[in-house]
């Protein structure tokens, strides 16, 4: 499971409200049995105040938010089908926004 890759949310009760988690773990964890996500929700659905924590995203035409407050340890089996995206071109913002959360730096 390559890092920054978007997969589908498989979960139908939240699929309304967060269409898409980005798997943020790194690759050569591929044998935990969980994967650290964040959601990506609409831009416009929720306030997000700090961009510097929420990047913008264009997933299959449409502009999301990256909710890293959000992050969550998920099951493998969550992160199932074929990515719809990959992000790992804007991994240093990404990452940037992981080290804002935690560091407030």
Do not use: C, W
């Not at 964890?29 to 831009?43: F, K």
């Amino acid at each position: 499971m390559p890092q920054y890759d978007v997969y589908a949310n498989s979960d139908l009760r939240t699929r309304n409200l967060i269409p898409y988690l980005i798997d943020l773990q790194a690759d050569f964890m591929d044998d935990l049995e969980t994967r650290l996500v964040a959601p990506l929700v609409p831009s416009g659905r929720r306030e997000t105040p700090l961009p510097r924590l929420h990047p913008v995203v264009e997933i299959e035409g449409k502009r999301h938010h990256i909710v890293m407050q959000e992050m969550a340890a998920v099951p493998r089996q969550a992160l199932s089908g074929r990515p719809v995206a990959n992000l790992s071109d804007r991994s240093y913002e990404i990452t940037a926004a992981i080290d804002f959360l935690v560091t407030g730096i």
